[in-house]
């Protein structure tokens, strides 16, 4: 599979509209984060937030906004000789299908989107690998999961939210008041739907874009931990070493080590 192009949280006014009778020439995946209204033959409908869909390449696309503001990821890609592959993951086409867990499909989102922009030589297959995971993940969304609380949307997007934005401050009681929830009820709620704590997943996203930083640019550390949402280096180095078992001097160095080995 080969990425075209891509956009997250593209944000337009409530005139947004788009129609291409003779589609985009490549499949398109549109995942929308606010209402949106889709046609679908020949009559306009009005979809939730957290729905999508895959349109294939010569399929007519009419989409617009549902509202004062829309809201969507996308997609364009081509699936090459992946028809297969999108037939065994019974991934809907040209339909509206809802998602049952945005949060890990925007965490693929987030991945891709990064592989998108760097050097690594590795970079067309991490793509083709990243689309197929992000595919299948979308596959069979129409499953319900019965153990979900009456909270779960708004606690997915709190945490796609956290590694989307890794450095914003917050504190339990700010993240807890954004879902209408008191701090312990928040944090009881959080661990039983995520298998982990708030606390723990900033600190994740906060590592993991350290080491995207630190493998993709020669930012300093000083900068590196600002840019995570750090108020000192120090405190940084101690977390990221307590996480990794390395400085991260050291990680950088390994990392440069392991491209150059490709190189040769």
Excluded at 132 to 155: I, V
């Amino acid at each position: 599979m080969k990425l075209h192009a891509m956009g997250i949280d593209y944000r337009h006014s409530e005139d947004f509209s788009i129609e291409r009778p003779d589609g985009s020439g490549d499949n398109l995946l549109l995942i929308f984060k606010t209402q949106a209204q889709v046609r679908i033959e020949s009559e306009y409908m009005t979809y939730p937030a957290d729905s999508a869909i895959l349109y294939t390449a010569d399929n007519p696309q009419f989409y617009r906004a549902a509202g004062k503001e829309f809201v969507n990821h996308w997609i364009h890609f081509d699936t090459g000789d992946s028809k297969s592959f999108l037939d065994r993951i019974r991934l809907p086409v040209n339909t509206v299908f809802r998602i049952s867990d945005i949060v890990s499909a925007e965490n693929i989102l987030l991945q891709l989107n990064l592989e998108s922009v760097t050097e690594s030589p590795n970079k067309d297959e991490s793509i083709n690998l990243l689309l197929r995971l992000l595919l299948a993940k979308l596959g069979g969304t129409d499953e319900k999961n019965e153990h979900h609380t009456a909270h779960y949307a708004a606690l997915s997007a709190l945490r796609a939210e956290i590694y989307r934005n890794p450095a914003r401050k917050c504190s339990i009681s700010d993240f807890a008041s954004n879902v209408s929830l008191s701090p312990s009820h928040f944090q009881a709620l959080y661990k039983a739907e995520f298998g982990v704590s708030c606390y723990e997943d900033v600190l994740v996203a906060r590592i993991d874009m350290a080491k995207y930083y630190l493998r993709s640019t020669m930012l300093s550390v000083s900068r590196i931990s600002e840019l995570c949402g750090y108020e000192n280096d120090v405190h940084f180095i101690r977390q990221f070493r307590s996480r990794t078992g390395m400085t991260a001097g050291q990680y950088r160095q390994r990392e440069s080590h392991s491209v150059n080995e490709v190189k040769r």
